[in-house]
């Protein structure tokens, strides 16, 4: 497996929230405002809920980084819960009314416990927010190897927003001025109306987002063991995600419908290259980076806490009754896109570091650079 990985601490309203990246090459410049942004975008998008007025996300770096700049040596983050303020001195009776679609209740039976706040508090997506942190760091890394990771809504409540033919930076900036980060001006409107219906009939929507990474070299993955395919480490890791409940890579359940001729890339030579005439594909082969931008889509269910109560049990008594409302959004799904983004760029930071090595981050430019030389891969104008 590759170098770059991380791990988070913290519960949704504890003190905050612990982050620790490891693998990072030295030199690769990191700045918290640098990571910031990315959490400002999370905490953004029409339908979000009253606890992203409460926090204000910022991450502070606390080790591995020296005026701007990583040593290679761990790098610690660490976020600050503001709501906590609210609940340090409180003792909340016990939860044990599962909330259906929730952690609640399969959290509780497996580590045997009475309170099922204990696995709410973990299970939130909350814990989210480390993860963006975390992706700063991978950003920072891929960027300095020209790679650049996006993401944008493309559908809310069965709102399907048109396939755009504009660059992808084009796109992506277009799409950070839409409340509900769509880059069809008609399409966000349609689903902001479609948000405000939600919350009036007292109940969540779900959509689609889709990620793009460009700037890729080929040859990064492996088709060698399944545990080390692209494909399935990116999969895997946005289906960890809270209510991603499907993921597809390139054209993905679509192509399934389509005879074979009509879904593979066609080999074309260009200025001395080979492309693809298409990306169907979404930018692996045999689960190896093939130079295509990768493009990968995730389904988000709706938000599983409800205004309307829905049926549950109650474990202490054994009778039939309705969940308890906890405080929830209407429609997450343009956050979705930022944490959708974040484990993209964390996996392809992880995959880049199997690839091309390298304890500072000049030296892993050269391996690349090399790599790219040996294999006669130049940049297409």
């Not at 690769?28 to 640098?34: A, L, Q, R, T």
């Not at 948000?195 to 793009?212: H, S």
Request: with cysteine; net charge negative; aromatic share 4%.
């Amino acid at each position: 497996m590759g170098s770059f990985r991380f791990l988070t601490a913290g519960e949704s309203h504890g003190p905050g929230l612990t982050i620790v990246v490891e693998g990072m090459p030295a030199g690769v410049p990191i700045s918290e405002e640098h990571i910031a942004v990315d959490l400002r975008r999370r905490q953004g998008g029409y339908g979000r809920g009253g606890r992203m007025l409460i926090e204000e996300d910022y991450a502070y770096i606390t080790a591995g980084v020296t005026r701007g700049v990583t040593t290679g040596a761990p790098i610690a983050l660490t976020i600050e819960n503001k709501d906590y303020a609210n609940w340090k001195d409180k003792v909340p009776p016990p939860i044990t009314v599962p909330r259906p679609g929730h952690a609640d209740l399969s959290g509780a039976l497996k580590y045997q416990l009475d309170d099922m706040r204990l696995v709410l508090e973990r299970s939130s997506a909350r814990e989210t927010t480390s993860r963006v942190a975390a992706a700063g760091i991978a950003k920072a890394l891929l960027g300095e190897l020209g790679v650049h990771v996006a993401g944008h809504v493309v559908a809310i409540g069965g709102v399907q927003a048109p396939v755009s033919t504009l660059p992808w930076a084009e796109l992506f900036d277009r799409a950070e001025e839409s409340e509900v980060r769509c880059e069809d001006t008609e399409a966000s409107r349609r689903m902001i109306e479609r948000i405000d219906e939600a919350k009036a009939n007292r109940d969540t929507l779900g959509g689609v987002v889709e990620i793009v990474a460009w700037g890729l070299a080929p040859g990064v993955g492996s088709f060698v063991h399944w545990d080390r395919k692209l494909d399935g480490r990116l999969a895997g890791a946005v289906m960890s995600i809270n209510a991603i409940k499907g993921v597809e890579i390139g054209d993905g359940f679509g192509a399934a419908a389509r005879p074979g001729t009509q879904v593979q890339d066609a080999i074309r030579m260009r200025e001395g290259r080979l492309i693809r005439a298409t990306n169907r594909a979404g930018g692996t082969e045999g689960g190896v980076t093939n130079g295509e931008p990768i493009v990968v889509r995730a389904a988000m269910k709706p938000i599983s806490t409800t205004l309307t109560p829905q049926p549950s049990v109650d474990v202490k008594t054994g009778l039939e009754t309705v969940m308890e409302y906890q405080r929830s959004d209407i429609c997450a799904v343009p956050a979705a896109a930022v944490v959708v983004e974040a484990m993209v760029a964390i996996v392809l930071a992880d995959t880049y570091l199997e690839k091309f090595a390298g304890d500072n981050i000049a030296e892993t430019r050269a391996n690349m650079e090399h790599f790219l030389s040996s294999i006669g891969w130049t940049a297409l104008v």
